[in-house]
């Protein structure tokens, strides 16, 4: 079966965004264009991580072009975009990695998501051969999400990411560990229940 790509070259939308109550979150990837729309599923680190690498990059594009690239220092007021995800929200693969990129010929970011593979087999050595064949095969690798953002598309998409994954359980404040609406058992309190 050939490869599966979603290509957004001017998407009309590209946010990171949730289902679900905290603490049974499901985070989603979501580009849209022209009346169609892709959702993918990830990690909350990934997308955690994803906002981050890409606010460094963009960072490290305005360092060398000595600020002459049309990338904002922070993310602008106009491409503020707080809304839910576009319902119903179906979901195309699971994120197994990413990849980013600055097209410098054309001014943009490239974000790339590639499906999460499961390979079968004896040794690890052969299982990271056969991955990195599978991944390199642009005819039958896994299903990729790619998505091209101007610099301010993509501060903005950074933020509003940092935002939803922030935006969860209030951290306990002895342990750092998430607070449930009940409370939690709270290992620095010796097990005791500890009240949100």
């Known amino acids: 079966m050939p490869r599966q790509v979603f290509f957004y070259e001017h998407p009309d939308r590209f946010v990171a965004g949730t289902v679900g109550q905290p603490g049974q979150r499901t985070f989603f990837l979501q580009a849209s264009a022209a009346g169609r729309t892709t959702s993918v599923a990830l990690e909350k680190t990934q997308v955690a991580a994803l906002a981050e690498r890409i606010d460094e990059l963009l960072d490290e594009v ?16 106009e491409l503020t975009d707080s809304g839910p995800l576009e319902v ?3 979901e195309e693969f699971r994120v197994g990695t990413m990849a980013l990129a600055w ?3 054309h001014e943009r970011m ?22 990195e064949e599978l991944l390199q095969d642009d005819e039958n690798g896994p299903p990729l999400l790619r998505v091209l953002l101007s610099g301010a598309q993509a501060r903005s998409f950074a933020k509003r990411a940092l935002d ?19 409370g939690h ?12």
């Open 62 to 77: 305005v360092r060398r072009t000595g600020g002459s690239a049309p990338v904002p220092a922070v993310a602008p007021a």
């Open 88 to 90: 119903p929200v179906e």
């Open 103 to 105: 097209d410098g010929a």
């Open 110 to 131: 490239v974000i790339e998501a590639q499906a999460l593979i499961e390979l079968a087999g004896e040794d690890e050595d052969d299982l990271e051969t056969a991955e």
């Open 164 to 182: 939803v994954v922030s935006a969860g359980r209030p951290p306990c404040p002895l342990c750092s560990l998430p607070l449930d609406p009940e």
């Open 185 to 196: 058992v709270c290992p620095r309190q010796n097990g005791y229940r500890r009240s949100a």
